[in-house]
């Protein structure tokens, strides 16, 4: 019953990650193409939304292509690889995030208990917490054998 709300979640989380990706990634391919580094047809902006809409959809479309490629020379297996990689990127974004607002808010943790703890102290602890869950994964990764998805190189 629960599995629910987490196959909810998991959906939203893609979701998210992939407008995220194709979005900043259309913006970043805006200027290349208007610049002549690219086709100019993914310079093209909606007359009425104001969006690079043929680069968007241009990059949408190579993702998925590469996405259904790698998925399947990898058995299946590119998804949960892509996961725990963008776990480890998460957890750095976030553990970071956690120990700069500890140090935004050093000065301020003299007013009250609570803002000893809520702007010191729990984003701190939560910041460790989260890169060294982080380093975890990132050490358990780096074995080749706990990937579902790699390819002997041709060379020594």
Same mark, same amino acid.
């Given at each position: 019953m #629960? =599995?629910?709300?987490?196959? *909810?979640?998991v *959906?939203t989380s893609?979701?998210?990650?992939?407008?995220?990706?194709v #979005?900043? *990634?259309?913006?970043?391919v #805006?200027?290349?193409?208007?610049q002549g580094?690219?086709?100019?047809a993914?310079?093209r902006? @909606?007359?009425?939304f104001?969006?690079? @809409?043929v680069?968007?959809?241009?990059?949408? !479309?190579?993702?998925?292509?590469?996405y259904i490629?790698?998925?399947?020379?990898?058995?299946?297996l590119?998804?949960?690889?892509?996961?725990s990689a963008g776990? !480890?990127?998460?957890?750095?974004y976030?553990? *970071?995030?956690g120990l700069?607002?500890?140090w935004?808010?050093?000065a301020? =943790?003299?007013?009250s208990?609570?803002?000893l =703890?809520l702007r010191?102290v729990?984003?701190?602890i939560?910041?460790?917490v989260?890169?060294?869950? $982080?380093? =975890?994964?990132?050490? @358990?990764?780096w074995?080749?054998?706990?990937? $579902?998805?790699?390819?002997?190189l041709p060379?020594t």
């Amino acid at each position: 019953m #629960l =599995w629910h709300p987490l196959i *909810l979640m998991v *959906l939203t989380s893609a979701a998210a990650s992939t407008e995220t990706t194709v #979005l900043t *990634l259309s913006r970043t391919v #805006l200027p290349m193409a208007d610049q002549g580094a690219l086709p100019r047809a993914l310079a093209r902006v @909606h007359p009425r939304f104001r969006i690079p @809409h043929v680069g968007t959809i241009a990059v949408g !479309v190579v993702g998925a292509v590469v996405y259904i490629a790698l998925n399947f020379l990898g058995r299946g297996l590119v998804i949960g690889d892509a996961v725990s990689a963008g776990g !480890v990127m998460i957890a750095f974004y976030y553990g *970071l995030t956690g120990l700069t607002s500890a140090w935004a808010h050093r000065a301020g =943790w003299r007013a009250s208990a609570a803002d000893l =703890w809520l702007r010191t102290v729990f984003p701190a602890i939560g910041g460790v917490v989260l890169l060294a869950a $982080g380093m =975890w994964s990132l050490v @358990h990764a780096w074995d080749p054998s706990s990937s $579902g998805t790699t390819w002997p190189l041709p060379f020594t």
